[in-house]
């Protein structure tokens, strides 16, 4: 079964609250889980709409809009190594983003002034690549390999 716990080393090792042991992994997921809430938030309602109309020029609604869709899935996947959960939590949460994309896209159709596109989740999932693309030499290593930069 999987842990949410952080590598028992960094925990005997890093002083309390230094960012890498306990408390530090903690609230670093739990920060995480709060991006991942407010982004959820901010997808199944009509205020970013309302918000994008009375500020943005027409012309400018939809490449905010996908930027934001690729920042943010680029941001929540780029994040994961730093949450020090283990190399199957990491995979699990990146199957986690991939279905909430999926999910909240098909959700969007009962919310007024949104509608679910599959372009969207295309969006999210290059999102999702390009945070996996650059932080894949941080991801936990399989059980039995050295730690350290992968070779080239």
């Known amino acids: 079964m999987f ?3 952080a590598d028992r080393n960094d925990m005997l090792t890093s002083p309390p609250g230094q ?3 306990w408390p530090g992994v ?10 991942l809430g407010v ?5 199944l309602t009509t205020y970013p709409v309302v918000v994008g109309n009375r ?16 920042g943010v899935y680029f941001l929540l996947a780029a994040l994961l190594p730093w949450l020090r959960t283990g190399r199957a939590w990491c995979w699990l949460l990146l199957a986690l ?5 999926c999910a909240t896209e098909f959700l969007q159709q009962w919310v007024d002034e949104r509608t679910g596109s599959l372009r969207d989740v295309g969006f999210d999932h290059l ?9 894949w030499r941080r991801w936990p290593r399989p059980s039995g390999r050295a730690d350290g930069p992968r070779p080239a």
Not at 55 to 70: D, G, N
Not at 97 to 101: A, C, I, K, P, R
């Open 3 to 5: 842990t949410l716990t």
């Open 19 to 21: 960012g890498r042991g």
């Open 26 to 35: 903690f609230w670093r997921r739990v920060a995480w889980g709060f991006g």
């Open 39 to 43: 982004w959820t938030a901010s997808l």
């Open 55 to 70: 500020l943005l020029p027409p012309e400018a609604h939809f490449p905010t809009a996908k930027t934001l869709h690729v």
């Open 97 to 101: 983003l991939s279905f909430h994309g």
């Open 127 to 135: 999102g999702i690549a390009l945070g996996l693309a650059v932080t």
